[in-house]
C-alpha cells in the first residue's frame, strides 16, 4: 500500500523539514511539499498529490491541520480519495481510514463539528432576532441585516476552531469512548471524559453532555 505524503507551511518563512522527515520515516515514498501564504486558498501541490494518487495508495499528512483547515475541505479531500479507491492517515491524530478505527475516529469528528456548527448557526441567528426586538443596532451592519454570507463566515470560523480543539483532544477521548462502550452507560463514559485533564498542560478538555456525544457517535 503505497504512501504518499503531503507536507504544508503557512508563511515563507517556515520550512516544511520537520514534516518531511516525518513523513519519510513513517514509509512514504513520495512528498509534495507546499509553501504557501495563509490567505491563499489555492494548493497546486495538494492537486498534484491528489492527481498522483492510485487506487490502493495512501495519502499521508504529519499533522490533519497541514491538509485542512476546515472540516468541509477535509471530507472533500478524503471523498476524493475515497472515489478513487485511495485512503488517507493523519500521523498524529486517529485518523487512518484504512482502519475501522480510523473510520470511526473521522465520522466521530465529522457528527461532532457539524453539530456544533448547527448550533453555532443557531445560537447567531437567536441573537440577532433578540437584538431586533431590544432595538439593538450595533455591531456588523451585514448582520444586522441578516446577511447570509455574513453569517455563514461567522459560523465557519467558529466551527473551523471548534473543530480543531476537538481534533486536538481527540486522543485523550476517543480511546475511553471506544474501551467503554457498549458496556458502560453513556452518562458514566461522560462522567469519566470530563473528569480528564490534558496530560501536559492539566488544562480541562471539551466538556461533553450524554446528548452530544450520543449525537457524535451516531
Known amino acids: 500500500m503505497p504512501l504518499i505524503g503531503y507536507a504544508r507551511v503557512s508563511t515563507e ?18 512528498i509534495f511539499r507546499e509553501h504557501m501564504s495563509g490567505a491563499k486558498a ?28 476546515s472540516l468541509s475541505h477535509l471530507l472533500a479531500v478524503i ?7 485511495a485512503h488517507f492517515k493523519s ?13 470511526f475516529a473521522l465520522q466521530v469528528l465529522g457528527a461532532v463539528a457539524e453539530l456544533e456548527r448547527a448550533l453555532i448557526r443557531e445560537r447567531t441567528k437567536d441573537g440577532l432576532r433578540a437584538a431586533k426586538k431590544r432595538g439593538r ?36 477521548w476517543l480511546p475511553v469512548v471506544r474501551q467503554m462502550r457498549p458496556d458502560h452507560r453513556w452518562q458514566d463514559v461522560v462522567r469519566v471524559l470530563n473528569a480528564k485533564r490534558d496530560g501536559a498542560t492539566g488544562a480541562p478538555l471539551p466538556q461533553w453532555t450524554v446528548e452530544r456525544l450520543k449525537r457524535a457517535v451516531k
Open 13 to 30: 518563512d517556515q520550512v516544511t523539514d520537520a514534516q518531511t522527515d516525518v513523513l519519510k520515516a513513517a514509509g512514504c515514498v513520495e
Open 42 to 69: 489555492s494548493r497546486p501541490e495538494l492537486a498534484k498529490a491528489l492527481a498522483r494518487v492510485r487506487r490502493g495508495d495512501v495519502l499521508v499528512v504529519a499533522r490533519l491541520d497541514r491538509l485542512a483547515r
Open 91 to 103: 500521523l498524529a491524530d486517529p485518523i487512518d481510514t484504512t482502519t475501522p478505527q480510523g473510520r
Open 137 to 172: 443596532t450595533g455591531g456588523n451592519p451585514k448582520l444586522r441585516a441578516g446577511d447570509r454570507d455574513a453569517i455563514q463566515r461567522i459560523v465557519d470560523a467558529k466551527a473551523a476552531n471548534y473543530f480543531e480543539r476537538v481534533n486536538r483532544s481527540a486522543e485523550h
Open 79 to 85: 471523498a476524493e480519495l475515497d472515489a478513487k479507491g
